[in-house]
């Protein structure tokens, strides 16, 4: 596999190991795993988990002694010289940051630095190829879940001047149909451990609104300071589920687009309530995405009740410290089913403050408002656990005591129990390893010859994580606890569910969260035309999807965040206005996404992510008409972190978006604009050519 490969041979790689104290990545801390419960007896691995490679299964008749154990999968690093290699130093590797010493900025930690090696008589890697490597929904060609599977590589073995980007599941791809499997055996080693791309979701709404409830009590005051506290609605609204009818509270008539402040801070309890009504108003493509969103809903939940027939949690036996089962029979207890979701939204409330203006342009004005939609659009439904252990407890104590808890056919069955091995995180801890005395040897022992020299021994060492779960065939009891599932402000809620502080022991059919209105000035189309071009755009605009991407024309991998803010729908007066005096704005809604950067103070791994989005945005065929930093917004980022972490989060990370979209154009093959385009962008962020 092999960081031996390429600038870490180098003089400037071998500094890299010099390192005092290198930087060690908290998510690579190894989260054990709790299977006992787990739903169908599986091990609760995440569906990337389910699509790593290799998978090893194994069986044992003696019970582990945790859920999860870490293993060294030391096939990266075994000597097969027969010298007796000494391991050095072995430094841990943060695979989201470049190691030091390899001449980069201090604000550069995201580029490609390792290299591919290729057989001397390899076949010419050809621009027309048919294979691929794991890609997300945006189709490019060039991911890596982590920088450590990036590559670059020579089409032609040995012309190291005429070099190429690539990723390790593409190389791998191209390798597995060459036949040409030795020059790179440790890098195609590596590859195969990659996970697949999975695409990846804000931090659960429904968490912070409940933590929002239990500091307010569940009431929402328009004046108190814990408003600012709301939660920031950053999920995907499905266009099935956009709201049909707005009712918008505006006290101060800011739907007017009055350039008046005058008593912007009275209290809102102090003003009269002005109410307008608003209706969803949708485009012919619109319109498109909300049958295809309702038909994708449908087959969701078919698919769930289909799952829920036969969806149940399992509580195998374990063995004891003699070698003795603790009981011979294994116990089911069948997960309720879940409740239907409704199809749509019939009506939502939005409140407007005319002091919560966001931002002001030569065609519109943004406000932060607090929209109000039904709480179960917003928070899954819950099983309570204290509910669900009681329940069981219950259903077993009465079964044991009727003497019916097995049936006879189930008591007919002979108890055996065996120990599965599963690794479900090939790369949980990885490390540097430097070896010596033998390393040219025994890496040419691992791999063929290549087209790269080497003068020193280094490899990587794989710290495995592996599950441990019971098997058990034999007797059987099928338990049925009598709970329910819980929707939150449709069902009444259990004693452990209600809101801390609140009188009422119902939830709140609703629930209110922070997002984007954007108004527009009369007679001007800026805005209508920016809602029918959020409607057509492709779906992976607003997907979020781990690993990185190398995007042409820049040569530094970027995160494959969202492209644009989420669309919450586009609204009207039901009344339109025939004059100025009774002018009311139509509403854009939109996720709130930041502040306006100041270019000088990004990174420029920043600058990179930055301009990134406006490649990705030509690469899907359309050019946004306004390059300009106040249409790039930023804000504290992972957005799969919780708001508190993303705030306290050392060193720094933050997450951008394009915006401004009236003048967007779809592209029909201009490859003028995209010349252009991109020349603009390199002098905006101070890039390539026009790097100070």
Not at 263 to 289: F, R
Not at 402 to 417: F, H, Q
Not at 588 to 604: P, R, Y
Request: proline content about 7%; aromatic content about 8%.
């Amino acid at each position: 596999m092999g960081l031996k490969r390429g600038f870490l041979n180098t003089e400037k790689g071998r500094a890299s190991l010099s390192l005092e104290d290198p930087p060690v990545n908290e998510a690579a801390k190894v989260n054990h795993l709790k299977a006992e419960l787990s739903s169908e007896g599986k091990a609760p691995a995440t569906a990337a988990n389910d699509a790593v490679a290799p998978q090893v299964a194994a069986t044992s008749s003696v019970e582990p002694k945790s859920d999860s154990t870490l293993k060294t999968d030391a096939g990266y690093s075994n000597c097969t010289c027969g010298k007796g290699a000494t391991k050095s130093k072995e430094t841990p590797l943060d695979l989201h940051v470049a190691p030091g010493g390899l001449g980069q900025d201090r604000d550069r930690n995201r580029f490609i630095f390792r290299v591919w090696p290729r057989a001397l008589d390899g076949e010419v890697i050809r621009g027309d190829h048919a294979e691929h490597g794991k890609m997300t929904s945006n189709g490019c060609q060039i991911w890596g879940d982590t920088l450590y599977d990036l590559f670059m590589t020579t089409r032609i073995p040995g012309r190291h001047n005429l070099r190429t980007f690539t990723s390790g599941s593409l190389m791998r791809a191209h390798m597995l149909k060459f036949g040409e499997l030795h020059a790179a055996a440790d890098e195609l080693d590596w590859a195969a451990s990659e996970p697949e791309p999975k695409q990846l979701q804000p931090f659960d709404i429904g968490k912070l609104i409940r933590d929002a409830d239990n500091r307010t009590g569940g009431r929402y005051h328009m004046d108190s300071m814990l408003n600012s506290l709301l939660p920031t609605l950053q999920s995907r609204l499905p266009f099935h589920l956009l709201p049909e009818k707005l009712i918008v509270h505006d006290p101060w008539n800011t739907l007017s687009i009055s350039k008046t402040h005058r008593d912007s801070n009275t209290a809102w309890s102090e003003k009269d309530d002005i109410v307008h009504a608003y209706k969803l108003s949708l485009s012919p493509e619109g319109k498109v995405k909300v049958k295809e969103d309702r038909e994708a809903a449908q087959k969701v939940e078919a698919e769930r009740v289909e799952k829920e027939k036969d969806e149940w949690r399992v509580l195998n036996p374990s063995r004891t410290s003699d070698g003795t089962m603790s009981n011979n029979y294994a116990i089911h207890a069948k997960v309720p089913s879940r409740l239907p979701k409704p199809k749509s939204i019939p009506e939502a409330h939005l409140y407007i403050r005319r002091v919560d203006r966001a931002g002001t342009g030569n065609h519109s004005v943004v406000y932060t408002a607090q929209l109000e939609l039904p709480r179960w659009a917003l928070a899954d439904d819950v099983l309570c656990e204290r509910c669900w252990g009681a329940a069981f407890e219950k259903e077993m104590d009465e079964r044991v005591a009727a003497g019916t808890l097995l049936s006879d056919e189930e008591k007919a069955k002979t108890p055996e129990l065996k120990v599965v091995t599963k690794i479900v995180n090939p790369r949980a801890e990885v490390v540097l390893v430097e070896e010596e005395a033998h390393g040219k040897d025994c890496r040419e022992a691992r791999n063929g010859p290549s087209d790269i020299k080497y003068d020193r021994g280094y490899c990587m060492e794989r710290v495995t994580e592996q599950l441990q779960t019971a098997e058990f065939s034999g007797p059987t009891a099928y338990i049925y606890p009598k709970i329910e599932w819980q929707r939150p402000g449709v069902t009444p809620p259990c004693e452990h569910l209600r809101i801390l502080g609140s009188k009422d022991e119902e939830i709140p059919a609703t629930a209110r969260v922070r997002v984007c209105a954007k108004m527009s000035i009369q007679h001007d189309a800026h805005l209508k035309r920016e809602a029918v071009n959020y409607q057509k755009f492709p779906d992976w605009f607003f997907e979020h999807w781990s690993g990185y991407n190398v995007v042409r024309p820049l040569h530094d991998p970027t995160p494959c965040g969202a492209i644009v803010p989420q669309f919450y729908g586009y609204y009207v007066p039901e009344k339109p206005a025939h004059g100025k005096d009774d002018y009311l704005s139509p509403l854009l809604l939109l996720e709130h996404c930041g502040k306006e950067i100041e270019v000088d103070e990004l990174s420029q791994d920043e600058r990179n992510e930055a301009a990134a989005l406006y490649f990705h945005f030509l690469d899907g065929g359309w050019t946004q008409g306004s390059i300009a930093p106040r249409n790039i917004l930023c804000q504290p980022g992972p957005n799969t972190a919780s708001p508190l972490e993303r705030m306290a989060r050392r060193p720094r990370q933050r997450c951008f978006r394009l915006i401004d979209f009236g003048r967007a154009l779809e592209l029909s093959g201009e490859g003028s604009r995209y010349c252009l385009d991109k020349d603009e962008v390199f002098r905006l962020f101070k890039l390539a050519h026009y790097a100070e």
